[in-house]
């Protein structure tokens, strides 16, 4: 892992706390998933959550956020509410979008975040009209814009790509590469593997950055932010990471080996890591940590009991919101 910089023990405790919840969070909507409490897909963020919180510590509360359908973990980074998440998944009424989004349509607009889509690469020309509202209202922000390695090579990321380098736009592309889009690796799918490099033809500048280290994620976050404003023009950030889990659900993950699987959750994984560099760093701190991931334990669980225990929508709420 690499050097703690300018973080207080409060905010490494407070990292630590997010992303051990996303990874709990994501576990029991497993389970839920797995009871039949959750209909439709369900991508789940596990083994990415370095990535989520080190976007979210780095950007400023006024940026925006717009994502793919593995959007739980993302949104729980930008301090949604957890409860209203998971009621969200069951498709009842106390649900961030009233039961009507479920899984891959997350929607806060308090928090800056624009939803999770449920089209390929849609989200990208989303996220550039994101970024020319930014340079149309001059407030100095950045959209974020996340996709993963398999919406790369759609058309409509490349028309972006032109029009928000033509235009000069505060976007900071993210590419999510955690392999795998779907069940097809990145060696099989692309001809460049770096990944990066796609923003090339259009002036683009890229870099890459590993996904499981989140102090590599925030410095690299940060620095691009700082690269867009100063520069006005878009950057290109891929962040290798990997998930634990399949596709979604319903993908029992068999293009895999469970020894490449194995290797990344010993060796690689965010969470494991920062709980080594805290109690090798940070004195007295083992027992606190005992006590956090107790307390998300059971926050977890009292956002599960609140979605069963909530009502689903009415039949009325099929109806609003339709043209909004």
């Not at 940026?63 to 998971?86: E, F, N, Q, W």
Request: aromatic content about 10%; glycine content about 10%.
């Amino acid at each position: 892992m690499s050097k703690k910089i300018n973080f207080t023990n409060e905010e490494l405790l407070s990292v630590y706390k997010k992303m051990l919840l996303l990874r709990k969070f994501e576990e029991k909507a497993g389970q839920l998933y797995g009871m039949g409490l959750i209909g439709g897909f369900c991508h789940l963020y596990i083994g990415q959550e370095a990535v989520a919180v080190g976007i979210a510590k780095a950007i400023n509360p006024q940026d925006t956020v717009i994502t793919s359908y593995r959007d739980h973990g993302l949104m729980l980074a930008a301090g949604a509410c957890p409860k209203s998440i998971m009621a969200e998944l069951l498709g009842k009424e106390t649900g961030c979008s009233k039961g009507k989004g479920g899984s891959m349509h997350m929607f806060d607009l308090e928090k800056g975040f624009y939803g999770g889509h449920g089209i390929v690469g849609a989200q990208v020309s989303l996220g550039t009209g994101l970024g020319f509202a930014h340079k149309y209202k001059e407030n100095n922000c950045i959209s974020v814009t996340l996709y993963g390695d398999g919406a790369c090579h759609q058309g409509q990321v490349y028309e972006s790509f032109n029009m928000a380098k033509l235009w000069g736009l505060p976007v900071l592309y993210i590419i999510e590469n955690n392999e795998y889009g779907m069940g097809t690796s990145v060696e099989r799918a692309s001809s460049v593997k770096d990944l990066y490099k796609r923003g090339e033809s259009f002036g683009i500048t890229g870099k890459q950055v590993d996904g499981m280290d989140f102090f590599k994620v925030y410095d690299a976050v940060k620095e691009a932010e700082t690269y867009i404003i100063t520069n006005k023009e878009p950057f290109l950030l891929e962040i290798k990471t990997y998930r634990y889990r399949g596709h979604s659900m319903s993908d029992p993950a068999k293009y895999r080996s469970k020894d490449e699987v194995e290797d990344y959750k010993t060796n690689h994984d965010p969470i494991a890591s920062m709980r080594t560099y805290m109690l090798k760093n940070i004195k007295n701190i083992e027992e606190e940590l005992k006590i956090v991931e107790k307390d998300i334990k059971s926050k977890v669980r009292e956002c599960a009991d609140y979605a069963q225990n909530s009502n689903e929508p009415s039949l009325d709420e099929l109806y609003i919101d339709v043209y909004k």
